[in-house]
């Protein structure tokens, strides 16, 4: 709309002119969200940052508070030096881990509590060479295994 209002007409019916002459044209016709309910949100108090937390959720994104996402981390650490192809990845990767969370332990950072104490690699490493044995030759699950 580049139009500017001329003098002397009252402003709420030039607009609604403005509005008549669009639906007209078919300007409204097949926009985004048309016929569909308003968001659940739209009648919540006003967000400063409601646009950059609807585009974090429509990309799939989410940043969590940084005890969680260790929390998250170490969890998956677990599994991944248990599957890892060498007992110097193994120890990589719990290390790595561990460091992150003895950092965290003594500078706790704002946010819920992390409730993970570091691993004992030495048991991880164990763990790792049961695993790797019970595959048998080949690194495939042995019969009867459930690793």
Do not use: C
Not at 43 to 53: A, F, Q, R
Not at 134 to 144: D, E, F, I, L, N
Request: charged share 35%; glycine share 8%; hydrophobic share 35%.
């Amino acid at each position: 709309m580049t139009e500017r209002k001329p003098p002397g007409v009252d402003f709420e019916s030039w607009v609604d002119k403005q509005i008549r002459d669009a639906a007209a044209r078919g300007e409204f016709e097949r926009l985004p969200g048309a016929g569909e309910p308003l968001p659940p949100d739209v009648e919540s108090t006003y967000d400063e940052l409601w646009w950059v937390k609807r585009k974090m959720a429509r990309e799939g994104f989410s940043v969590l508070p940084p005890a969680l996402a260790l929390r998250k981390e170490a969890e998956d650490a677990l599994p991944a030096a248990l599957a890892a192809p060498s007992e110097r990845i193994v120890r990589k990767i719990i290390g790595e881990v561990n460091d992150k969370i003895r950092a965290m332990m003594f500078r706790p950072p704002p946010g819920p509590p992390l409730g993970k104490k570091p691993y004992d690699v030495e048991d991880v490493v164990r763990q790792w060479r049961e695993r790797r044995a019970a595959r048998g030759p080949g690194g495939s699950p042995g019969p009867g295994s459930h690793v």
